[in-house]
């Protein structure tokens, strides 16, 4: 039988905390190694999330600036368009009161009831006629003045929908779920 020897224990014990420690050092190292892999993939996430958000702040003014330039500039043209408009109705309006002053001497100078009733006749015909004319003319300005200023709303719209049908940036893997 094996006596009692107080060197082989204390060997088995020396060698019992060489094992203790090889392992705790081996824990502390794989411990070391698992932080600074999750420090790192999280340095790494918050750098991609930082940036995404950037991009996404910066093309959102962009958008922001863009769309104040297009509203500016619809105004403009809308703006311009109804001067114009304005115009075109002073200037009908002016020849309107001409031909009604000319058709009013003309009435005065009339020597039979019949001449009387034909200048009043052809004057309302002519009113009439050119107050269509005119008419149809102010709606088609109108028309292409409010597309002319809808255009560069029409286009933000547009790029808007461009904007965001594109595929959001796809989520980056958690290394750390492996």
Do not use: H
């Amino acid at each position: 039988m094996n006596q009692f020897n107080p060197k082989s224990i204390d060997s088995v014990t020396t060698q019992a905390k060489e094992q203790y420690e090889g392992l705790v050092k081996a824990g502390q190292e794989q411990t070391l190694k698992q932080f600074e892999q999750t420090a790192t993939a999280a340095k790494e996430q918050f750098e991609k999330a930082t940036a995404q958000m950037l991009k996404s702040y910066e093309d959102l003014q962009a958008a922001g600036k863009a769309n104040a330039e297009a509203l500016i500039a619809s105004s403009t043209i809308a703006a311009k368009g109804a001067e114009d408009l304005g115009r075109e109705v002073v200037a009908y309006g002016q020849s309107a009161l001409d031909k009604s002053i000319a058709a009013g001497r003309a009435l005065l100078s009339a020597k039979t009831l019949q001449e009387v009733i034909e200048l009043q006749n052809d004057f309302l015909k002519s009113s009439f006629d050119s107050m269509l004319a005119e008419t149809s003319r102010l709606q088609e300005l109108t028309t292409k003045v409010t597309n002319e200023a809808l255009a560069p709303l029409n286009a933000r719209v547009t790029a808007t929908v461009e904007t965001l049908s594109k595929p959001v940036a796809k989520p980056v893997a958690n290394p750390l779920a492996a």
